[in-house]
């Protein structure tokens, strides 16, 4: 990203330099027009620096997806080789109980991928490829499209991202952190309920949330609580029809 901001400073430099000229004393036309082809010049460095910003962004989104497949993969590698364990030992008890668990994980895995947010969905499925310093673990029980319920999608989208973001920010790293984010439809709106259990910074996770919630004053409703081992947080978000 540094080498995209060295051409854009530049780029602007001559930008603000040939417009400055031009405004600040009455010239010959020779010279008007070395000030605004300069001036030129800087909007074509802008713009092709954008660009190039641009397709930086989406290569390393490409690579965080490439990188989420292969931590996929490598589970399914994983859960495939505990299965013909089980088989060559013949223990088909176990063998059976372990079916149960991936038939549940590829269930979750499904209801993630029909969320509704492709920008949801991709940051919950790379999530994982990012050494950081709290694991994520969704739970959902029952199909949920965020973008067919009467809400704000892309808002409540953006507040789970926040949400997660303050405890993965407020986590110690070196202990084993992990962040539980439940989905579930009440009545009147979403619920959503993020448990965290492990070490971490409290004081800076209750202010974070204060922000929150003065961020998002339209009906929702976030509740709070800290044990010994960790917090909880709940968030109501209302549908428009209630």
Excluded at 36 to 43: E, K, M, V
Excluded at 95 to 111: G, T
Excluded at 139 to 153: A, F, H, M, W
């Amino acid at each position: 990203m540094k080498r995209w901001s060295s051409l854009q400073r530049p780029a602007v430099a001559l930008i603000v330099a040939s417009l400055a000229g031009l405004a600040a004393v009455p010239m010959d036309w020779p010279y008007r027009v070395i000030l605004a082809l300069l001036g030129l010049l800087g909007l074509l460095g802008w713009r092709r620096s954008v660009q190039e910003q641009g397709k930086h962004r989406e290569a390393a989104e490409n690579n965080r997806l490439i990188k989420a497949m292969n931590e996929y993969r490598h589970d399914w590698m994983n859960d495939f080789q505990v299965l013909f364990g089980y088989i060559r030992l013949k223990k088909y008890d176990k063998l059976l109980d372990y079916m149960d668990k991936i038939n549940a994980d590829a269930y979750r895995e499904s209801y993630v991928s029909k969320l509704g947010l492709p920008s949801l969905i991709v940051y919950f499925y790379s999530y994982r490829t990012d050494k950081k310093a709290m694991e994520l673990e969704i739970e959902i029980e029952r199909e949920i499209v965020l973008t067919k319920l009467p809400l704000d999608s892309e808002k409540a989208g953006e507040l789970i991202r926040r949400t997660v973001e303050l405890f993965r920010e407020n986590a110690v790293e070196g202990e084993p952190n992990v962040l539980s984010l439940a989905f579930d439809l009440e009545e009147e709106g979403l619920l959503l309920d993020f448990v965290y259990t492990g070490v971490m910074d409290k004081a800076n996770l209750r202010q974070g949330l204060e922000g929150l919630r003065d961020s998002y004053p339209d009906g929702t409703q976030l509740e709070h609580n800290e044990e010994d081992e960790g917090a909880a947080v709940t968030i109501r978000l209302p549908f428009h029809n209630q």
